[in-house]
């Protein structure tokens, strides 16, 4: 391993570490509000949403709404129609699995 790349290695963990380090350090005795609490409740669901929906509507960069062109809109309607039905992470998960699966083979 060259000296840059363990600078590099050295450097992203730097800058991976500090953004959950330090709010830690300086929030860890501060009273929060419940309102800010409540508020921040919704980001990972927010952030979740934003990354299935991206993976789910765009394929190469572009948005793309036909079913034939993107094989991922088919199993995204059977994960939902089942994780309703169920209540089930794991039944979701397997429906999706197996739904793209099929689709792409198919398709």
Same mark, same amino acid.
């Given at each position: ?5 363990? @600078?590099?290695?050295?450097?992203? %963990? ?7 380090? +330090? ?11 419940? %309102? +800010?609490?409540? /508020?921040?409740?919704? $980001?990972?669901?927010?952030? &979740?949403?934003? +990354?299935?929906?991206?993976?789910? &509507? &765009? ?8 079913? #034939?062109?993107?094989?991922? +809109?088919?199993? %995204? $309607?059977?994960? $939902? ?9 794991? /039944? %979701?998960? $397997?429906?999706? @699995?197996?739904?793209?699966?099929? #689709?792409?083979? @198919?398709?």
């Amino acid at each position: 391993m060259t000296s840059q790349a363990l @600078i590099l290695i050295i450097g992203m %963990s730097i800058v991976t570490f500090l953004p959950r380090f +330090l709010p830690i350090l300086f929030l860890s005795k501060k009273e929060i509000s419940p %309102s +800010l609490s409540r /508020w921040m409740s919704y $980001i990972p669901v927010s952030v &979740f949403a934003a +990354l299935v929906a991206s993976d789910v &509507f &765009f394929v190469d960069g572009a948005f793309a709404m036909q079913p #034939l062109q993107n094989v991922k +809109l088919l199993p %995204s $309607i059977f994960v $939902i129609i089942v994780a309703l039905k169920t209540k089930s992470l794991l /039944w %979701s998960m $397997i429906t999706g @699995i197996i739904s793209i699966t099929l #689709l792409s083979a @198919i398709l």
